[in-house]
Nanobody, 114 residues
């Protein structure tokens, strides 16, 4: 069974940067059509960045120009480079396919202090 494992979160000051990673364990399936999602306390989980199997990327307006999603050549790891972080970016970040095909992982906490 595929398990998604997110890592790279932490505590950072506003304006700082973090790089999140998402890897799949338990399978050799490629991570196609992937998305990074986030859930802030009291809010619904939202899609913030996506990358298709062909490499096309898309971003939520709230992160456009600050976040960059990418994937390694083997398509086994997906990254989210987050720059110019804001306190409103504080959330637990998750990865999954765009169809939410796999069980959610534990996520990685990102906390941005003002």
């Amino acid at each position: 069974q595929v398990q998604l494992v997110e890592s790279g979160g932490g505590l950072v000051q506003a304006g700082g940067s973090l790089r999140l990673s998402c890897a799949a364990s338990g399978s050799i399936f490629s991570l196609n059509n992937m998305g990074w999602y986030r859930q802030a306390p009291g809010k619904q989980r939202e899609l913030v960045a996506s990358i298709t199997s062909g490499g096309r990327t898309n971003y939520a307006d709230s992160v456009k120009g600050r976040f960059t999603i990418s994937r390694d050549g083997a398509k086994t790891t997906v990254y989210l480079q987050m720059n110019s972080l804001k306190p409103e970016d504080t959330a637990v970040y998750y990865c999954n396919t765009l169809s939410v095909f796999y069980p959610w992982g534990q996520g990685t906490q990102v906390t941005v202090s003002s």
